[in-house]
């Protein structure tokens, strides 16, 4: 029996969309990525941005099925019926439950809600900055540390402090460290890509010395956030994703001061053009 193709429709970056793509590759089930594209255009000497290529086309077909639609959207048939989903957090927590990385048991199913909302939390600090367009580069610095500040300090203020902590609360004998028990699940997909977008910000504003190393979180004191994150680099499953051209995604939209070119800048709508593929399927 064939498995069924599921389709993730976002933008053409990885934002609130790619954990989920993440995890279908992961699992090995066949990925429809609809990718919408953000276009920048001048626009009575202003710079505007068109999301025509999704409001006004998909979105619109789409709400008749699903009132709620969104983006990040799942679309999947079911006991022979096509559902769609929206809300990144629930895409999360139905793969999660389908390929059976959501906890082996009730108390593990809390823990991996609860850790969602922990990675929303730990991912929207640093989103909320990236979409700010700042009166000049002192501003933007000054707001750049106290993010870090937000989530890099040690004492229980701080956001990663929490995961560290709980990381240090398990048998970490064990050569794979997840968030919950000793197996993958959704949380872990989300921790370690809002932890890449953090990395780009490290690297970015130079919070971190040796940026060639990759133990950028060790290097802030977080050694087992370290240790889990160069473990999910690793991950057998994952490499198919590292190959992928999603990989390559900017983390943030066009209109993003901080993430939405390559390697932290700021898309350059002068000189550069998004070529992405209105689909793209990974089998
Ligand atoms: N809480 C929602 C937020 C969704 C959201 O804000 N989506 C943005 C991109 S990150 C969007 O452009 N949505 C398209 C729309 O509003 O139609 C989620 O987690 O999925």
Redesign the pocket.
Known sequence: MSIEKITLG??STK???SASRQMIIYAGAPLIAKIYRLIPKLENNSLIYD?SE??EKD?IILKKKNSL????YLQFNEAGKEKII??????LTYLGKKFNMFGENSKEELDCNQFLQET?DLRNIVTRFAYTHFENEKDELNEASTVFNQVFEHSNAGKLQKFEHWLSKKNNSETKLFLIGNNISSPDFNLFDTLELYVEFLKYYKFVKNIISDNFFEQLGFPLVSKFFLNFKTLPKMQKYFDSILYKFPYT?KSAKFGSGKNGITWDHNKEIDSTPEEIIIE
Request: glycine content about 14%.
């Open positions: 976002y933008w934002g609130l969309g999301g999704w409001h979105k639609i969104n983006l990040p929206a809300q990144s957090i629930t895409c929303v939209n």
